[in-house]
């Protein structure tokens, strides 16, 4: 049988859990012997925090009935022994739900009512007021009673047209995108905003978060929803019906919402058991199957191996009686590892470099700190075996030395507040252009074309420009970090010659990667400037929302910026922090060498024995701290076993069973 999706995401949890102890076991060694210095420390910990605490998206979109929850079902809670998410004909989830785990919150589902769309607060600023939501506990023993709490989500209530605009479920411009009217005049509108399941599944658990959204009406309604959780999923799936193919509104979600570029993206064309005709043979039927691909494929503009057909009914029942068979014949297995090595792959790649290139660079520092800690013993070694039969009188000569040579050292604590305030000055000057402030004064400009027109055609423009000055900014701290990086060459050079220091520069530092991320969220959100939107974006609502959301997104990124250029410096700075301490040290323990030899004759053979010690403790701390790194690097870098399996073309051609 073929790994699940379930499986992959459960080997990339076990091999996070693996990576981080070994960080962790790398962080407790220096810290044990006082080699972690606050940098270090701060990257240790948010390495760590990203190993555990980064979440995975999958966000499942659909129209009505296309059997997106079903398919959440088979994937994710078919070990549940019964459905989970409510799966019946006609409308079932009618607000977006969120399923993932947070170890600080309790089990239950929590509801945002339908009504805070009227207030002015935004779905993140609600998300940390628990007063606006509603919370069902649920009994993880009892999962027939979960089921029938999580059906919540399908509740609605009626309201009139005019409330039903207020909330955003009525247009007089897009009468054809408005829900159906009672005979009275009322309007059916979900009586829920927003549901988060907090659930300690295994899945969930290694960081996974299920994004379940209902229907167009839905989708396009909810600012947030369209502008800010989409957009930030790291996979989409589209569900289609396999009898319907690809419908109007179906089309609609696609060109206005999908059709930018995510990490991952995947089209299910679910209910192929529906296509089962008993005037047909199987391989008639199969063809019918091979004939919607293609018809989805060209209607979407997407390759044909992009689109799956699947049964995502068929596969939860042959999970949950067992019948390989039937799972099979549902080919949600070749979809579950499409996904799979679609997704979990790259996530492990990005992450695996992220910790390996830091421990590197940390065994980087220390080793230079090591090798400073033994030129020093040698030093101290050459120096006191010079003093085998010699007086009393150049014992006290050498005092002298020492006492003058630390003298002579501490000229160097000028050149280095000159240096660290000239360091201050290029950092502050690289991190202005990455402030909070600036980057809203340039959303700022889009805002104004934005405003300036009850239909604003010009948004689109006026957005590529602004990612481009956004762009321009990274540019620009990109040079200002090389500058800072050719100064302190400059710098150290001058203080390994005059003071006897062996200060190296790391490698520059490079931003530029981050132009990408600028990229990306470019392309998720400018098609919501076009004219296709161009009434929605004209509300002013929406246009709020769209601000709130892009200045969200963009800070994360330019933040991350900032982080990593100030994690840079800190690890320069740290460096002439631990070169000026040690030789501090080492001026006070000659000193008391040769304090203690000169008023004890035995003293000599002693001290000399202790500074042997002292070497070969740096050399053991040097051996243990490479097996350490070499140790998270075979684990970071190794390559997880995964079950064989036929590949995804024998997959698509297995003759099904669906008579």
Same mark, same amino acid.
């Given at each position: ?360 660079? =940390?065994?980087?520092? *220390? ?7 033994? &030129?020093? @013993? +040698? /030093?101290? !070694? ?116 005059? =003071?006897?220091?062996? *200060? ?7 931003? &530029?990667? @981050? +132009? /990408?991320? !600028? ?141």
């Amino acid at each position: 049988m073929m790994p699940t999706f379930a499986s992959h995401l459960d080997a990339l949890g076990q091999w996070r859990v693996a990576t981080d102890a070994k960080l962790a076991a790398l962080a407790r060694f220096a810290r044990e012997h006082d080699l972690l210095d606050d940098s270090s420390a701060e990257w240790f910990e948010a390495m760590r925090h990203r190993l555990s605490g980064e979440k995975l998206m999958v966000a499942f979109v659909a129209e009505f009935s296309r059997g997106k929850s079903e398919l959440i079902n088979a994937i994710f809670f078919s070990d549940k022994g019964r459905r989970m998410m409510p799966a019946s004909a006609g409308r079932t989830t009618m607000c977006p739900v969120e399923l993932g785990y947070d170890a600080h919150d309790p089990v239950g589902l929590t509801l945002l009512p339908i009504e805070t769309r009227l207030q002015a607060a935004s779905l993140a600023e609600l998300r940390t007021q628990t007063q606006a939501w509603t919370m069902i506990e649920l009994d993880l023993s009892n999962p027939d009673g979960m089921a029938a709490a999580l059906a919540e989500v399908m509740r609605t209530r009626l309201v009139s047209k005019e409330d039903a605009q207020k909330l955003g479920f009525w247009d007089d411009e897009r009468a054809e995108d408005n829900p159906p009217v009672t005979a009275d005049g009322q309007v059916e509108v979900p009586v829920w905003r927003h549901a988060r399941i907090n659930l300690p599944h295994p899945l969930l658990k290694r960081g996974l978060v299920v994004l379940d959204t209902p229907g167009l009406n839905a989708i396009g309604t909810e600012p947030e929803l369209t502008l800010g959780l989409l957009p930030q999923a790291h996979a989409t799936v589209f569900i289609l019906g396999a009898d319907t193919g690809v419908t109007k509104s179906d089309l609609s979600i696609w060109r206005d919402h999908l059709s930018g570029p995510a990490l991952a993206r995947y089209v299910a064309l679910n209910k192929i058991d529906s296509l089962a005709d008993p005037l047909s043979t199987p391989v008639q039927v199969l063809q019918t199957i091979t004939r919607q691909c293609d018809s989805v494929a060209q209607t979407l503009e997407i390759p044909t191996e992009h689109v799956f057909p699947i049964s995502a009914r068929q596969a939860l029942a042959a999970r949950l009686t067992g019948d390989a068979q039937g799972l099979a014949a549902s080919r949600l297995e070749a979809f579950e590892h499409a996904l799979s090595e679609g997704l979990l792959p790259k996530r492990r790649e990005n992450l695996s470099n992220a910790a390996v290139d830091g421990a590197k660079q =940390f065994q980087n520092q *220390l080793n230079r700190r090591f090798g400073e800690m033994r &030129r020093l @013993y +040698a /030093d101290q !070694l050459v120096e006191l075996r010079g003093l085998r039969g010699k007086s009393s009188g150049k014992v006290q000569l050498m005092l002298q030395r020492v006492q003058a040579e630390a003298s002579e050292f501490e000229q160097c604590t000028a050149r280095l507040a000159a240096m660290r305030s000239v360091h201050a000055r290029m950092l502050k000057d690289a991190l202005a252009e990455l402030s909070a402030d600036r980057l809203r004064q340039e959303v700022d400009v889009l805002q104004q074309v934005l405003g300036g027109s009850w239909l604003p055609l010009g948004a689109k423009k006026a957005f590529i420009e602004l990612c481009g000055r956004l762009r321009g900014l990274i540019e620009q701290s990109q040079q200002r970090s090389e500058e800072i990086h050719s100064m302190l060459v400059a710098s150290f050079s001058k203080l390994n010659a005059e =003071f006897g220091f062996s *200060l190296v520069a790391d490698v520059p530092l490079d931003v &530029r990667k @981050y +132009a /990408d991320d !600028l990229s990306l969220i470019e392309r998720n959100y400018v098609q919501y400037l076009g004219l296709g939107q161009a009434f929605r974006l004209a509300q002013p609502g929406f246009q709020e929302q769209f601000r709130r959301m892009l200045i969200s997104r963009l800070r994360v990124v330019f933040e991350t910026v900032s982080n990593d250029i100030e994690l840079w410096n800190k690890t320069a700075s740290a460096q002439v922090d631990g070169q000026l301490r040690e030789r501090r040290r080492n001026f006070k323990r000659r000193y008391e060498s040769l304090d203690r030899i000169q008023s004890a004759s035995g003293e000599l053979d002693v001290r000399l024995q202790e500074v042997q010690a002292q070497d070969e403790r740096v050399l053991q701390l040097q051996t243990r701290l490479g097996a350490l790194v070499d140790e998270m690097v075979h684990v970071a870098q190794g390559v997880a076993a995964a079950p064989e399996h036929p590949g995804l073309t024998a997959m698509k051609s297995i003759s099904l069973d669906l008579t």
